[in-house]
């Protein structure tokens, strides 16, 4: 999955830097070094993925439910994971102001595509349902810092632009289920002692209303259909749990 993400970026630059006259670029995923500008005669990005973790600032605590038209099953599904990729984007060529440009195209492509267009997806990063954000030159969390990076990757500190992508996915596939569709209320006049023995009368109440039309003609959603049902309820009922 993350080397779709790979293949969309590298598009993307590829694209930017023909549309803009930039010159010729090529695009790798190696950790830096400097021997990197060495090997390479055309002048090149390198995109080093050093993080991935959720973001559970994103993440999602709700089902999809898809309530059928007939039956009594249905379906859930659990709702998307948003996966933060961290890239340290290097450039590399023969001079130092050359990999400078190669950094600005760069930086530039990421902010004119804050959201990775779909063009730039292949159709297997399209059927996960991916939406990819890009985050561009923002400060590393925590106490770590950019020299820390350097130091645990073991190269000396070269410039650099921090990219974050925001990929939200939903890999997980829908689960058949029985829906409720309506529960029993059990009902009883006061307090009784003698226990589960003693008389209840019961009520069945929909699930979701239909729509019933208000004072004025409008409809009520499900929740003033719930309001309802309760209120036709004898006000002296005490309710037992």
Do not use: C
Not at 123 to 134: I, N, P
Not at 208 to 226: I, L, V
């Amino acid at each position: 999955m993350f080397e779709l993400v790979d293949d969309a970026i590298s598009k993307l630059l590829i694209k930017h830097f023909a549309d803009n006259d930039a010159g010729k670029v090529e695009i790798s995923f190696a950790m830096p070094s400097a021997a990197l500008g060495e090997k390479q005669a055309t002048p090149h990005l390198n995109l080093y993925l050093y993080g991935i973790q959720e973001n559970t600032a994103m993440r999602g605590h709700t089902l999809d439910v898809r309530r059928p038209t007939q039956g009594e099953l249905g379906a859930t599904r659990r709702g998307p994971v948003t996966v933060e990729l961290k890239f340290l984007v290097t450039g590399h060529a023969n001079d130092p102001k050359t990999e400078h440009r190669l950094l600005s195209e760069a930086f530039v492509a990421f902010l004119k595509n804050s959201v990775l267009p779909e063009s730039m997806m292949s159709e297997e990063m399209l059927s996960l349902g991916a939406q990819t954000e890009l985050v561009v030159a923002q400060p590393i969390e925590g106490s770590s810092s950019l020299s820390d990076l350097w130091m645990a990757l073991g190269q000396p500190q070269r410039p650099a632009v921090l990219l974050t992508v925001n990929m939200t996915v939903n890999p997980f596939e829908s689960r058949k289920v029985r829906l409720v569709r309506e529960f029993v209320l059990g009902m009883t006049q006061g307090i009784d002692r003698s226990g589960p023995n003693r008389s209840i009368s019961t009520r069945s109440i929909m699930v979701a209303p239909e729509e019933k039309k208000g004072a004025r003609g409008s409809p009520k959603n499900g929740a003033q259909g719930w309001r309802d049902a309760i209120q036709t309820l004898d006000p002296e009922t005490t309710w037992q749990v």
